[in-house]
């Protein structure tokens, strides 16, 4: 059985510097999250599996793959015509990426995907971090600004769920067979509505429903601590979660990031100056028995650091090692 450990990742590549980064860090694994791969409606077995084996050529392994590009699903999320045919493609990708040798595929249900009110407030020192504000949320920059949002405006909370029922109705059993677990991301920011688009996963009985409805050993969480903090009453719903998924083994990685402030308004931070106490995350997640892997999130812009914030993730990583070490001596493991 592995242990709790900590992960690199949210590249959209098998980028050299990057992964050389992580390995000098002592990570030894890896998460990607919506790679560029060839293909408009699904991924292929032949272009995964190059992939891992280029992931394992730095002493990596690949622990998920996290999101597929909007495009594959996002009629299968507004409930739209051609669905099926993207359901189709959609587990084409799941039984390739299994036969690859990927055993997590992460996804989201928010077809107009991740808000912020500005990308650049003044945290820390005056590193740059994201915030909302959800009474600017009309003025709102949607991150990739995919037009999903305003082609299909979904106003009812009840067909957003079918939505989301008929999709794991269908993908499911396949990956069940396949071998690979579906790791839900929570909604970010989590509100109930956001542009004119309902949105599901914002508080912690949304993911008791969805639980409920997948009832599979195949779905899981990918418990974003940013995302939960951001919820009404923030640190209470990260404890929440880790207690009430935790011992079920519904937790199947961790999104390690934090914010100051909850709904209707927030900025990120860097780890330890949030809503929550990190440490107390870290023996929580223990105490629960989690034993997949952490990986750090969005992270602060900090001076001079590169796109992909090579600076801050080494901060955070070091951050998240550090505690782990900590809750190890704690409980005496050598
Ligand atoms: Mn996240």
């Given at each position: 059985m592995k242990?709790?450990r900590v992960a690199?990742?949210?590249?959209r590549?098998v980028?050299d510097?990057s992964?050389?980064?992580l390995?000098q860090l002592?990570?030894?694994?890896?998460?990607?999250?919506t790679?560029y791969?060839?293909?408009?409606?699904?991924w292929?077995?032949?272009?995964?599996l190059?992939?891992?084996?280029?992931?394992?050529?730095y002493g990596?392994?690949l622990?998920?793959?996290e999101n597929?590009?909007i495009p594959?699903y996002?009629k299968?999320?507004l409930?739209?015509p051609?669905?099926d045919?993207?359901?189709?493609h959609?587990?084409?990708t799941i039984r390739h990426?299994?036969?690859?040798?990927?055993p997590i595929l992460?996804?989201?249900f928010m077809?107009n995907f991740?808000?912020?009110t500005?990308?650049?407030?003044?945290?820390r020192g005056?590193a740059l971090v994201t915030?909302?504000?959800?009474?600017?949320?009309a003025?709102?920059?949607?991150?990739?600004?995919?037009p999903?949002?305003?082609?299909g405006?979904?106003?009812?909370e009840e067909i957003?769920?079918?939505?989301?029922s008929?999709?794991?109705?269908?993908?499911?059993?396949?990956?069940e067979?396949a071998n690979?677990?579906l790791a839900?991301?929570?909604d970010d920011?989590?509100?109930r509505?956001?542009d004119?688009?309902?949105?599901?996963f914002?508080?912690?009985?949304?993911f008791k429903?969805?639980?409920?409805?997948?009832d599979?050993?195949?779905?899981?969480?990918?418990l974003?601590l940013?995302?939960?903090s951001e919820?009404?009453?923030?640190?209470?719903?990260?404890?929440?979660?880790?207690?009430?998924?935790g011992?079920k083994?519904?937790i199947?990685?961790?999104?390690?990031?934090?914010?100051?402030g909850s709904?209707?308004a927030f900025?990120?931070?860097?780890?330890?100056?949030?809503?929550?106490?990190p440490?107390?995350?870290?023996?929580?997640?223990k105490r629960?028995?989690?034993n997949?892997f952490?990986?750090?999130d969005h992270?602060?812009r900090v001076v001079?650091?590169t796109?992909w914030g090579?600076r801050?993730?080494?901060h955070a990583?070091g951050?998240?090692?550090?505690?782990l070490r900590?809750a190890?001596?704690a409980?005496?493991?050598?």
């Open positions: 242990r709790m690199g990742g949210q590249l590549d980028d510097e992964l050389r980064f390995k002592g990570v030894d694994s890896v998460q990607l999250n790679p791969l060839p293909g408009e409606h699904r292929e077995f032949e272009d995964l190059r992939m891992r084996l280029q992931v394992e050529s990596l392994e622990e998920a793959i597929v590009p594959f996002d299968i999320m409930g739209l051609g669905r045919e993207q359901i189709e959609y587990q084409a990426a299994g036969r690859a040798g990927i992460g996804h989201h077809p991740v808000w912020r500005s990308l650049s407030t003044a945290g005056g915030a909302f504000d959800n009474r600017e949320a003025k709102g920059i949607n991150l990739i600004d995919y999903a949002n305003r082609e405006r979904i106003a009812d957003m769920w079918r939505n989301y008929y999709f794991l109705e269908a993908v499911i059993p396949v990956a067979e690979v677990k839900l991301h929570p920011p989590p509100l509505e956001l004119g688009v309902t949105r599901l914002h508080g912690v009985d949304s429903r969805a639980m409920a409805l997948a599979s050993e195949a779905w899981g969480l990918n974003c940013g995302c939960c919820m009404v009453n923030g640190a209470s719903n990260v404890m929440e979660m880790i207690d009430y998924f011992p083994g519904k199947l990685y961790v999104h390690f990031r934090d914010v100051q709904v209707p900025q990120e931070c860097f780890i330890g100056e949030g809503n929550y106490d440490a107390e995350v870290i023996v929580r997640l629960v028995g989690f997949g952490l990986l750090d992270v602060p001079n650091d796109d090579h801050a993730r080494g990583i951050y998240m090692q550090g505690l900590m190890a001596y409980d005496q493991e050598r």
